[in-house]
């Protein structure tokens, strides 16, 4: 086993007084990762010290002592590119610098006024102005089918910081809407988590992001560049940088959760009404693009469940994922690769859907630029992480279908406040790397176990990774309704949207796909996520699914959860039939195949056994729900993530097959009956058939 298979430790900032002698502090830097390798670590992800944020030249000279140790004791290296997270502010540099570079929203005022009546939105404290305004001819407090094309009345209100009266002239109830834009920080992630209070740069701003590159890339670049290992980890000592939550702040989040630092203050009386993220020159593409003039429908962003309101915000998200993706992703990619640096980290709450529109996109246009994409599990109870399977999956097939090598795990406990057992601990990294993770970088505290055994524990990690590293063998096709999610995306606003219609499809979506994600796993299906633009690209004509950008990804067949499908959608599906492809469809949650062209079936069970039927070179029989499972090299790893003992069978098709135990470095007994295998899978255990 190699060096380049163990997990890293994340070690934030080696920190040491000024007047500490450079002797003394080599000497605990050394003790402190030797202490580390004795555990079975393979390597670091650290950054120079939070103090005075990579602004102190004694810290700089600390991690140069760092690095050399590192290299010294043949420890790998990744940089971690901010004080704390989410990564861009450079501990707040980015937007002391610039206050224009920091992230934006627009929010909606509203009332209902009757006739004769009228009403005074004042103009509201700490916002910065007016985008537009206007008012409806309304029926009753029921907006969900609302024509913005037909207000009664717009108002001039654009740039103004002025209150605003509207007198209901009418013999109709009229419903107002007001929108201000705002500075984002009182309410979101940026306020509320759990290392600083510090405003964030807007994500979706190509200034924003240079000046972040400037203040942290350039200078770990400026001092570090002949270190960098370039493409290729092996080749020298630091292998890659970890970027930590970038997110869209359009969102209030994790209300009373105050971090222990506070870099900017905050004034949690200003007024949190309805928002969302505004993009960096949003309002011009959307007009360029699409023909939509936002500020005459900007009410579809909050609560209105039409066809020309699910355009609008399927127009709007797309161009918010693409702001995102140009300006931080894009750009980020770009920087790294120039210098040598491969780009890693995560981003925020990647295992929801129904987040990914409104904290930053369409994932598999983000993470295809990460040369090791990666994800944060803050579970380690193992039911808890193979019901979770949709994050490494997910994540794992962006790097499947851009040949990406390597895909991340950032791993803690930090749900269970770090009290979980040793087996846990191993067993949640297990189930992940059978859903596609191959690289560790750990949160785990430092004397999580003792250390004999925690270098057992992780070196037991580098033995299914020495085993199973390698090209996924790949079957189904799942497919990623993104644009289902985005097109019935909106800011909840009580008594308007929080139980209308399209709040209910969407979490029907999520619940369908969750449950799809579940029925394969538990029945050891050999599926990867695809993309709407991954299909339109794939060349189908051989009656299979033959993806566009990595040479020998293919697919057998596309499963599609339980969705509403879109006209395009159904040009991909409808070419696919032509060509032979077996499409099938899961109904269930109330959608229907409608005249999609799938081959229809009754739930989503049925639609998983039939595309499971397509060619799995292998069967898993007997106790085998909860167990994941990865077909690599014509090897199988099998991990329980169950606390109790299951007795299975394995037909792998060979009848010279073994079953080896990774932890123990050791062969269990098997009882054989030509190629099938029968053995009992301990609790939280991991074998690997080869």
């Keep these: 086993m190699t060096k380049y298979e163990l997990p890293f ?6 920190d040491y007084p000024e007047d500490m002698p450079e002797k003394e502090i080599r000497k605990s830097v050394s003790n402190r990762l030797a202490s580390l390798k004795a555990k079975g670590f393979g390597g670091i992800v650290t950054n120079a010290a939070h103090r005075d944020y990579l602004n102190n030249d004694h810290l700089w000279r600390v991690l140069d002592i760092v690095l050399a140790e590192a290299k010294a004791q043949d420890l790998r290296v990744w940089l971690y590119d901010e004080d704390g997270y989410p990564s861009g502010g450079a501990g707040g540099q980015t937007v002391d610098g610039d206050p224009d570079l920091e992230a934006r929203a627009v929010v909606m005022m509203h009332a209902f006024i009757k006739p004769g009546e009228s009403h005074t939105f004042e103009f509201p404290r700490g916002h910065e102005f ?25 108002y001039d209100v654009y740039g103004k910081t002025s209150d605003l009266t509207v007198v209901n002239d009418t013999k109709d109830l009229l419903f107002t809407a007001y929108f201000v834009k705002k500075h984002v920080y009182e309410g979101t992630h940026a306020e509320h988590n759990v290392c600083e209070c510090r405003r964030y740069i807007d994500i979706t701003n190509h200034d924003a992001v240079r000046a972040f590159i400037k203040n942290t890339y350039e200078k770990y670049t400026a001092r570090y560049k002949d270190e960098f290992a370039g493409m290729k980890r092996e080749n020298g000592l630091i292998e890659a940088v970890f970027t930590d939550e970038p997110s869209l702040m359009g969102v209030y989040i994790n209300a009373g959760l105050y971090p222990p630092r506070v870099h900017d203050e905050y004034d949690d009386t200003l007024p949190q009404y309805p928002m969302t993220t505004w993009g960096k020159n949003i309002d011009n593409r959307l007009l360029t693009d699409y023909g939509i003039n936002i500020y005459d429908c900007m009410i579809y962003l909050f609560g209105v469940d039409t066809g020309a309101a699910r355009e609008v915000r399927g127009a709007w998200y797309t161009e918010m994922s693409r702001l995102v993706e140009q300006a931080y992703f894009g750009q980020l990619s770009d920087y790294c690769y120039s210098v040598g640096l491969p780009f890693s980290g995560h981003i925020l709450l990647e295992d929801d859907i129904r987040l990914h529109p409104m904290f930053e996109g369409n994932y598999f246009s983000l993470l295809r630029h990460m040369h090791y994409p990666g994800i944060d599990m803050l579970q380690s109870i193992p039911e808890t992480v193979y019901d979770m399977a949709f994050t490494p999956k997910l994540v794992s097939s962006v790097a499947l279908n851009y040949g990406r090598e390597h895909v991340m795990s950032e791993v803690s406990a930090h749900a269970q406040g770090g009290n979980v057992t040793d087996d846990q601990m191993l067993c949640s990294q297990l189930i992940q790397y059978a859903f596609g993770v191959d690289t560790f970088t750990s949160y785990y505290s430092e004397t999580f176990m003792e250390p004999e055994k925690y270098n057992k524990y992780n070196r037991c990690i580098g033995a299914v990774d020495d085993n199973m590293k390698g090209k996924d063998f790949t079957s189904i096709a ?12 909106t800011t909840h606003i009580e008594g308007l949207s929080k139980d209308g219609d399209m709040v209910r499809v969407k979490n029907a979506c999520a619940d369908g796909l969750m449950k799809t994600v579940k ?3 538990d029945n050891q299906a050999v599926y990867h996520f695809v993309s709407l633009e991954l299909l339109e690209k794939a060349d189908t004509s051989e009656g299979f699914i033959d993806m566009p950008l990595y040479n020998g ?29 077996h499409v099938y469809f899961a109904e269930d949650f109330g959608f229907t195949a409608e005249d999609s062209g799938a081959i229809i079936c009754i739930g989503i069970a049925d639609a998983v056994a039939a595309a499971q039927s397509e060619g799995k070179p292998f069967h898993v029989g007997g106790d085998h729900k909860g ?3 990865l077909y690599r090299n014509g090897n199988l790893l099998l991990v329980n993530a169950e606390n109790r003992d299951k007795n299975i069978s394995v037909d792998t098709g060979s009848d010279t097959a073994d079953v080896y135990d990774p932890l123990n470095d050791d062969y269990i007994f098997a009882e054989r009956k030509g190629s099938t295998l029968a053995f009992t899978l301990k609790a939280y255990a991991a074998v690997i058939i080869k």
Excluded: Q, W
């Design 9 to 14: 430790k994340i070690v934030h900032g080696f």
């Design 130 to 154: 007016a985008l537009a305004a206007a008012s409806y001819k309304v029926k009753g407090e029921d907006i969900s089918r609302l024509d913005a094309e037909r207000a009664y009345k717009r």
């Design 478 to 489: 799942l497919y990623y309704p993104y644009d289902f999610i985005a097109e019935n995306t």
């Design 519 to 521: 029925e394969l796993n």
């Design 553 to 581: 990804v293919f697919f057998e067949s596309l499963l599609i959860p339980p969705c509403r499908l879109s006209a395009r959608e159904k040009d991909v599906i409808a070419r696919m039939r032509r060509n032979g492809v």
């Design 627 to 629: 167990i994941a499972a």
